[in-house]
Nanobody, 121 residues
């Protein structure tokens, strides 16, 4: 099993920045990639960004490209999501996830408890 714990959420004004962190523990060696998803009230959960542990390959949703950056620290088993130029529509619960499969688009196997990000206008 893999445990994921997010931190760093909060309230910020539009145009501001936040950095989310996700600490992974347990059988992290079994995971190939980490990701961030988000879910806004009344909406479906959506993909935000992902990164591989091995070579740091990244993928982003179009809605966050150029504003969000995902990074990892292999030594600390930690993944970060730097969010800049935040917009009210970025308001959501953000979830850290881990995937065992090497296939892009495959399901994610482990999920954190989520952290709330609220962007005020």
């Amino acid at each position: 099993q893999v445990q994921l714990v997010e931190s760093g959420g909060g309230l910020v004004q539009a145009g501001g920045s936040l950095r989310l962190s996700c600490a992974a523990s347990g059988r992290t060696f079994s995971t190939y990639a980490m990701g961030w998803f988000r879910q806004a009230p009344g909406k479906e959960r959506e993909f935000v960004a992902s990164i591989t542990w091995s070579d740091g390959s990244t993928y982003y949703a179009d809605s966050v490209k150029g504003r969000f950056t995902i990074a990892r620290d292999n030594a600390k088993n930690t993944v970060y999501l730097q969010m800049n130029s935040l917009k009210p529509e970025d308001t959501a619960v953000y979830y850290c996830t881990a995937r065992r499969s090497r296939v892009v688009g495959a399901k994610y196997d482990y999920w954190g408890q989520g952290t709330q990000v609220t962007v005020s206008s």
